[in-house]
T-cell receptor, first 114, second 113 residues
Framework: DVKVTQSSRYLVKRTGEKVFLECVQD?????MFWYRQDPGLGLRLIYF???????EKGDIPEGYSVSREKKERFSLILESASTNQTSMYLC?????????????FGQGTRLTVV | GNSVTQMEGPVTLSEEAFLTINCTYT??????LFWYVQYPGEGLQLLLK?????DKGSNKGFEATYRKETTSFHLEKGSVQVSDSAVYFC????????????FGKGTKLTVNP
């Protein structure tokens, strides 16, 4: 089975801290994604990576950056955490097969910024 | 840009009731369409998909038909169970050949015994 693992289920950080959210997938998928999930807003794409060291901004990249140094790992970085970044963060991966393929999701990280 | 609109919840049904969750989309080109489900405390998982017009996706008793003429992909189940309680998300691929997914806002379903 495909497995997407997010390093933490719950995180509490202080305003202004630099925060790292880690995601690892074990199926050699080319594509990896970071989404943010908020009540009433659904899932919004923060960043997308289609290869090592390659990335594209999603719909809401402001205040975030990403790193993909190895194919299996995709990190989301909050340079200076703010309270409006309190949210559920979901990582996903998918195979790049030239057709629209299924995305596999991790269990999510619930981040609270105080 | 591309977008997905799904019916707002929450939806509360009794066990064995018929379920419909409406989903319409706006897209250029010919997107693929998906329904994802999120059970409490878990990430999203694919429920079903359809990749071209008139395709019907089905899984676990759920069905949805890709209707290009009405730009819709409504989710249906003939008899819901308590275990179907979850949040359901309609999604489309951003464009042909792209793996980026655009999601609706989600519909929370509660099924009571």
């Amino acid at each position: 089975d495909v497995k997407v693992t997010q390093s933490s289920r719950y995180l509490v950080k202080r305003t202004g801290e630099k925060v790292f959210l880690e995601c690892v997938q074990d199926m050699d998928h080319e594509n990896m994604f970071w989404y943010r999930q908020d009540p009433g807003l659904g899932l919004r794409l923060i960043y997308f990576s289609y290869d090592v060291k390659m990335k594209e901004k999603g719909d809401i990249p402001e205040g975030y950056s990403v790193s993909r140094e190895k194919k299996e790992r995709f990190s989301l970085i909050l340079e200076s955490a703010s309270t409006n970044q309190t949210s559920m963060y979901l990582c996903a991966s998918s195979l790049s097969a030239g057709v629209n393929t299924e995305a596999f999701f991790g269990q999510g990280t619930r981040l609270t910024v105080v | 840009g591309n977008s997905v609109t799904q019916m707002e919840g929450p939806v509360t049904l009794s066990e064995e009731a018929f379920l419909t969750i409406n989903c319409t989309y706006t897209a250029t080109g010919y997107p693929s369409l998906f329904w994802y489900v999120q059970y409490p405390g878990e990430g999203l998982q694919l429920l079903l998909k359809a990749t071209k017009a008139d395709d019907k996706g089905s899984n676990k008793g759920f069905e949805a038909t890709y209707r290009k003429e009405t730009t819709s992909f409504h989710l249906e189940k003939g008899s819901v169970q308590v275990s179907d309680s979850a949040v359901y998300f309609c999604a489309l691929s951003d464009s042909v050949g792209s793996e980026k997914l655009v999601f609706g806002k989600g519909t929370k379903l509660t099924v009571n015994p």
